[in-house]
């Protein structure tokens, strides 16, 4: 074995190190993906979703190609391994994989002009944070206006957030 010192890049990820800590963040990953759509010289947006918006299986026209919007919110996914404010976003778009329509896909975009704005943020581990497992969830019952079902929401907090 050889030691090769400490990590800063890894499967994407970008590792730095301070006296308090350490960050990870996504930003490269999240910039590479930006020119795929064309979305390098668009505007910004304050929030991952429009307010009130309700994604459905039937509104909108169908993708003629669906292949674009299934590779998309696959690096959605990714990137909410250190972006934890697009998850829930994220997972509403990616309930439509089979079968995309042009409204999601919209959300899709917005979602990418978001992280635009947000593209170097990152998660902050504390190097002296106690080791206490705090869990936290939250549930509004039959929520989805498809199909009623509960939306459940968690995270887990060992010193700083480590799951959600």
């Known amino acids: 074995m050889k030691n090769l010192g400490h990590l800063s890049y890894f499967l994407g990820l970008e590792i730095t190190h301070s006296t308090d800590g350490f960050y990870i963040t996504q930003a490269k990953y999240a910039s590479e993906l930006l020119p795929r759509t064309g979305l390098t010289n668009s505007k910004t947006v304050d929030t991952p979703v429009e307010l009130n918006v309700h994604l459905t299986p039937s509104r909108g026209k169908p993708l003629s190609n669906p292949f674009l919007y299934r590779r998309l919110v696959g690096s959605l996914v990714y990137l909410t391994v250190t972006s934890p404010n697009i998850s829930y ?22 979602i990418l002009r978001y992280l635009k704005c947000t593209i170097f943020h990152s998660l902050f581990y504390f190097a002296q944070s106690p080791l206490i497992l705090r869990p936290f969830s939250d549930a509004n019952w039959a929520g989805d206006p498809n199909d009623h079902k509960s939306t459940t929401g968690y995270c887990f907090l060992l010193g700083s957030l480590i799951s959600w």
């Open 89 to 110: 976003v994220v997972h509403q778009v990616s309930q439509y994989l089979s079968a995309p329509r042009s409204t999601h896909y919209a959300a899709v975009l917005r």
